[in-house]
Nanobody
């Protein structure tokens, strides 16, 4: 499975951005999909996850109420809608896939990773 993340960019605080992650090589319709991020000088942290077929979601406390994860099974794509962005949301955002459908915030439990897309939020 190859994951391609896109949609990052430079935005001002308070605005919105939507990230996309498209899988190729194999359908990930039955996979648990997630987003992680890594800020400069920090470790990778969990942002959000969604199971198959998308009934269950999970969010880090820092993004709850501002970010929304969703998936389009027909397009093999998962999205992260980010609203009310803050400077502390800056980082490289990675999508990940796990071959079971249970949600977990634990990065080592994910089997496949995308290359990351950079989000920079300016004040």
């Amino acid at each position: 499975v190859q994951l391609q993340a896109s949609g990052g960019g430079l935005v001002q605080a308070g605005t919105s951005l939507t990230l996309s992650c498209t899988a190729s090589g194999r359908t990930v319709s039955s996979y648990n999909m997630a987003w992680f991020r890594q800020a400069p000088g920090k470790g990778r942290e969990f942002v959000s996850a969604i199971n198959w077929p998308g009934r269950d979601t999970s969010y880090a406390d820092s993004v709850k109420g501002r970010f929304t994860i969703s998936r389009d099974i027909t397009k093999n794509t998962v999205y992260l809608q980010m609203n009310s962005l803050k400077t502390e949301d800056t980082g490289v955002y990675y999508c990940a896939a796990r071959k079971v459908t249970s949600i977990t915030p634990s990065a080592p439990r994910y089997d496949f990773w995308g290359q990351g897309t950079l989000v920079t939020v300016s004040s």
